[in-house]
């Protein structure tokens, strides 16, 4: 059989011209470029553009996109609060180091008490959720482990990142609530052990998280320096568009199905970031955390 086939490739038949081979062959070589420059595979776009680097310091950067359909359709029962513009935003100077710094212990002094045995672990001071090993603890069942000031800290910080959204889209801040989940990330290159630990996969926040209108981020560690990979890239349909981030960066954006995104895997060091996430529906809203007092946890 394998004889077969080199001898019909070494003699043409009858009626085939060599430059009609080489034309083929052409043809094949130009998809296969063509197939690795606009591949299926969001992830592998190969054009790339960066809107936010971690070496600049943004007092604000912002990009509009269109709405979505479904958008207008939810536009009547939350008028107030999707207000018609669709966009994102980079801003460094909402957040003060000193108050990053705080919520970085915040996370690393909670982390300490659990873990993800994958890449991927969270801690969730609304619920206590606490990532462990391959699954889920309560912080608040195991230690006592944060003071008044660092709630006080996470909701000071909270409510510039909610004023600072409503402003940029113009709507009154009563109109927005913050919803659940809200929750510290620690990534790192460790591979997978579950499908909590793949944070890599492109997605929108409006359909894994379901109550989410406005997403934002708020970075607590830098790319480049404490750690390489762990990009934040929206896929946009014309280029891949990435925030590479930078400690104290606020990132936020409209959460529906005009920004995919995804994180790029993590490839040395550690990354830190909170996802801190509000709705239009006052059903969803979730309140601040509050220290568990003695006994309650
Ligand atoms: O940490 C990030 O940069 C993004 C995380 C994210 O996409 C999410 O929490 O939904
Ligand atoms: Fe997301």
Redesign the pocket.
Known sequence: MIGCLFSRASVPAPGISYRRIVARLSLVFIFLIAAKFFGSEETDKAKSVTFAKSSESLRQKSHEVQCPLDYHTERVTFPKCLTGRCGRYVMDEVVRQDEAQHLLRIAQSGLKHGGSSGGASILDLHSGALSFETKFINIYKIADVFTQEDFDVYKRVKNKIHSAIATSFNMQPEALYLTKPTFF?R?NSREAKTVHDE?WHV?I?KE??GSFHY?S?L?LSNYGSDFSGGR?VFVDRAANVT?E?RMGRV?FFTSGSEHP???ERVESGT?Y?I?ISFTCDPNKAISDPILPSEGQS
């Open positions: 990330s990534m944070y997605h926040d894994t998280y997403t981020l970075y934040f925030v981030p990132s995104h995804f994180v990354r970031a996802t």
